[in-house]
């Protein structure tokens, strides 16, 4: 429970950093069978799907360092189920940005926003 409530927590505060840089909210909390993607957001003409993640306390890696290639590949598969759901957006240029937090965000901004972090695998 007390890890839901931080994810949201840092769900909300990437999500107001992403706006306060001119990004837009398309969907939040996307899920299908492959997995979940956080936010879809929209910079100018390219449409960026967010992966946020939040780490505290004394963890060996960063949060960024958790998104590895199995996570990856399924953030990928979700992307083509959600252009698939919307066909409109099917000729647009594509984004994978991860939002990271590595002490707590109500109370400190982003550690990291890695734009472009990765690309799809093949």
Known sequence: MLNQRLGQCAEDAALAFLEKQGLTLLARNFRCRYGEIDLVMRDRTV????????????????????????????LTRATQYFLGAHPELGEAVLRFDI????????????????RDAFRPPP
Not at 99 to 114: C, E, I, M, N, S
């Open 47 to 74: 449409i960026v799907f967010v992966e946020v993640r939040c780490r505290v306390g004394r963890a060996l890696t960063t949060a960024a360092a958790t998104v590895d290639a199995g996570k990856q590949r399924r």
């Open 99 to 114: 939002v990271a937090f590595d002490r707590h965000p109500k109370r400190h901004g982003p550690t990291a926003w890695l």
